[in-house]
């Protein structure tokens, strides 16, 4: 029965997107069924991550076949942690949308596809197979082009075949990868494939094929240069499927980056000296495109940029306490980004725009809910003690112990550069007095809601500011399972051994 555990994540989800499509044409029902299965999924993941915490890596072979014949699903601690920081955002983004998503939109199916995407965001984080998990990414990519296009406007249009376009070319160099991969070693399995790939002779083979995993997931983790995609894409879908577009989507190509290149290619001086390259630049290019915008969430959209570049720099720089920043910045950054996208949609209902040069005013007018949009916004910049500014300091100290000072300069130079985007973002969008402004479609439509459907905005908001603040005030507990899962993924020898070993 506890093996089984590791399932019930994706059987949860299944379940809940197939009850909701018997309910399609019954709108308050999938709102109400919506929540409810989210809130299970969180109480689930919560067991699933305590399991794992107390009795350490776990495995269950598919159809009862011994690795590495079989399609195995692993739950180790970062596994764990993703499936639990993706229920988080999943309730709060199903609360938001039941509140800001409109009933049109809601009648397309736009509830049991968000639960499908939920379910491949979790199969991706438990498998153990590399064609799997290319399995589970396509999973993801049909049930994200469906979201995106939802409600069939221009700009979402031109968005989704940008973002689809570029996603499918990942989806073909990550394929080609895999069938190179199975050439040369004969395994699709993961902890497999470390021992496989460390003994094949020719390397510059395993680089050449290293590169192509590199380019696939660099593609859908949105790093310089494949970014261009993104910030075309991600400001057009309603705010709920931005937010967990922004939140979890290019979170996924990380975590896949993070666990082939700590699993399968390590110890390559060439590849990582690549990666520490893509990082510098991913730094400098994000932070410099978001300080042109004037959209709030194209200027959120090049901060996801921006700050993959954290992630990516303490994978290049393999070191456990670079792994640890970098993880404990992807654990803050999923949380952070998925509430700043809810953010924009709160100011969007108050106003009616986005644009920053229109804005002003907001704190006068609505005081509390400014303070509250305080926290994620100033979380993002890591000013001390709130969630962002810990994994900066990882990261620093990794790059001064391995004299990587190129990168460090970088990591200040991106933290500076957030700082400025949203000192002014604060000052032009809250703190300066309101212009007169012309009536729009939603002006003052924040004011005209009933008291439930304004909770449904600001209770998200507040739920994940809660746990922005949990991180940063509680940053040792924080700490310590980011340095478990840097433990775990720079010696990896027992993954391997529980994949393995398991006898079913």
């Not at 949860?12 to 999924?41: D, E, N, P, V």
């Not at 596994?79 to 039941?98: C, D, E, M, R, Y």
């Not at 009616?352 to 005013?361: C, E, I, P, Q």
């Not at 500076?416 to 009536?439: G, S």
Request: aromatic letters at 14%.
């Amino acid at each position: 029965m506890t093996q089984q555990l590791i399932l019930y994540p994706l059987f949860l989800q299944m379940a809940i997107s197939i009850i909701l499509m018997f309910g399609w044409s019954r709108i308050r029902f999938q709102k109400i069924f919506s929540i409810f299965g989210s809130t299970l999924s969180v109480i689930l993941a919560i067991v699933l991550f305590n399991y794992i915490w107390q009795n350490g890596t776990q495995t269950i072979q598919a159809g009862n076949w011994e690795a590495p014949f079989g399609i195995t699903f692993v739950a180790d601690s970062l596994a764990a942690t993703l499936v639990l920081l993706t229920a988080i955002s999943g309730l709060a983004v199903s609360i938001f949308s039941a509140g800001s998503v409109l009933r049109d939109r809601l009648r397309f199916g736009y509830f049991p596809i968000f639960h499908f995407l939920l379910l491949g965001l979790n199969g991706a984080f438990l498998t153990g197979d590399i064609f799997n998990l290319y399995v589970w990414f396509e999973i993801i990519i049909i049930s994200s082009f469906v979201l995106i296009t939802i409600g069939g406007e221009k700009a979402q249009l031109e968005g989704a075949v940008k973002y689809f376009t570029l996603n499918i070319l990942a989806s073909m160099i990550f394929l080609t990868a895999i069938a190179v991969l199975y050439g040369i070693t004969g395994s699709l399995n993961m902890a497999d494939l470390a021992g496989q790939v460390a003994a094949v002779e020719n390397r510059g083979l395993v680089q050449i094929t290293a590169v192509l995993f590199l380019i696939g997931f660099g593609i859908k983790a949105g790093v310089f240069p494949l970014y261009f995609w993104l910030p075309a894409s991600y400001h057009t879908p309603p705010f709920a499927v931005s937010a967990i577009f922004g939140g979890l989507l290019t979170k996924v190509g990380v975590y896949a980056l993070i666990r082939v290149f700590t699993l399968i290619f390590v110890n390559e001086p060439f590849l990582n000296n690549i990666i520490m390259v893509i990082a510098i630049l991913t730094l400098v290019s994000g932070g410099i495109g978001a300080l042109v915008q004037n959209n709030m969430r194209k200027v959120f959209s090049y901060l996801i940029i921006c700050h993959i570049g954290y992630m990516i720099a303490g994978i290049g720089m393999f070191t456990e306490i670079a792994i640890a920043g970098a993880i404990f910045y992807l654990i803050h950054d999923i949380i952070v980004k998925t509430n700043l996208f809810m953010l924009s949609g709160v100011v969007y209902r108050i106003t009616g725009t986005n644009s920053m040069r229109d804005l002003g005013g907001i704190y006068a007018k609505y005081p509390k809910i400014s303070l509250l949009l305080f926290i994620p916004l100033f979380s993002l910049v890591g000013i001390p003690p709130l969630s962002g500014f810990w994994p900066k300091i990882n990261l620093i100290k990794a790059g001064f112990f391995g004299e990587n000072y190129i990168t460090v300069a970088a990591i200040i130079f991106a933290s500076f550069v957030t700082l400025v985007i949203i000192a002014k973002m604060w000052a032009e969008v809250f703190w300066k007095d309101a212009k007169e402004m012309p009536e729009r479609k939603y002006f003052g439509y924040y004011h005209k809601m009933t008291n439930l459907k304004r909770s449904q905005f600001i209770v998200p908001v507040a739920m994940l500011s809660i746990v922005s603040l949990y991180i940063g005030f509680g940053a040792e507990h924080i700490q310590e399972l980011s340095a478990r899962i840097a433990d775990e993924l720079v010696n990896s020898e027992g993954y391997i051994e529980a994949v393995l070993k398991t006898k079913n």
